[in-house]
């Protein structure tokens, strides 16, 4: 596993590297689903393998290449008899603050973060990328700095990506100055979507009219408020069923803010494109698989 970490307090250029770690043909059972505070570039190398990205399980083959946000709950397991291998890179967001100050016509902070939040797949289309993450293996500093840079430049310049946590707030992928804003936002339904959350309630958070928050909220996520709300209450009910599958649909559906099943049900297939309890479903078929945890 190679882990690049900015040092605290030094400067721009001053990165560690550790060592490069392949995964052959382990034992789906000792990975469990984890999140952690770096971000993680998993490369599969040879044979094929599942992986879980918060609420979405994708099948992946040698070629394919995975981005996955910090906090974002993900595993990776061995799905065949062949031999499986897997290169991980580890850096810490920090990194990315850095990395930009360096390059200044790298244009990361976008696009980047919003391919971060939702976890991202890359498919059949990163042969040359493959190499560049083997270099990591030995090379080191500022060298590994730059080859780093290569291969997420080489990522952002595909044309064809799949997102997976679909249910993750997206960000358009271009900052301002209102950006602080939209971050309260976020906040405040993170902390409240429980609630009964009003236009007016939420628009008054960041001192906006409805009809402005609305026109704002918008532009920075394609979506509606509501949507959004939905949305971040549907990613809650699959955290809870995935935790606890011993939990009925109904007791979930209370639990993050719904009123009314029926409403709970509309929404969550309309987020997820299936019902609550095929959701629950594959979950309990992964967990038998030692899938997940």
Request: hydrophobic residues 35%.
């Amino acid at each position: 596993m190679i882990t690049l970490h900015a040092h605290p307090g030094s400067d721009s250029g001053n990165f560690k590297t550790g060592a490069i770690r392949f995964f052959d043909g382990y034992d789906p059972s000792g990975h469990f689903s984890h999140s952690h505070s770096q971000v993680e570039l998993i490369c599969v190398l040879a044979g094929q393998t599942s992986i879980l990205v918060g609420g979405h399980v994708e099948q992946s083959t040698a070629g394919d290449i995975f981005l996955v946000g910090s906090g974002l709950p993900h595993s990776i397991h061995t799905v065949s008899s062949e031999q499986t291998r897997v290169a991980i890179v580890h850096f810490d967001e920090i990194f990315l603050d850095d990395l930009i100050a360096i390059i200044k016509d790298f244009q990361l902070t976008g696009h980047f973060a919003y391919l971060c939040s939702q976890g991202t797949l890359w498919r059949n289309q990163t042969e040359g990328l493959v190499p560049q993450i083997l270099k990591l293996k030995d090379t080191e500093g500022m060298n590994a700095v730059i080859v780093l840079v290569r291969i997420l430049s080489g990522l952002l310049g595909q044309r064809k990506y799949q997102t997976l946590n679909q249910s993750r707030p997206k960000l358009v992928p271009v900052l301002d100055s209102n950006e602080d804003k939209i971050r309260v936002v976020f906040d405040y339904t993170e902390q409240h979507y429980r609630e009964a959350i009003t236009l007016p309630q939420i628009a008054a958070v960041i001192n906006f009219t409805e009809t402005s928050f609305c026109r704002y909220f918008k532009k920075w996520t394609g979506k509606s408020y509501y949507h959004y709300l939905n949305e971040v209450r549907i990613d809650k009910a699959c955290a809870l069923l995935m935790e606890d599958s011993s939990k009925t649909i109904e007791e979930v559906c209370y639990t993050i803010g719904y009123s009314s099943p029926s409403t709970f049900y509309k929404h969550f297939k309309k987020v997820l494109n299936m019902a609550p309890g095929t959701y629950l479903e594959k979950i309990n078929s992964y967990k038998q698989q030692n899938i997940i945890s």
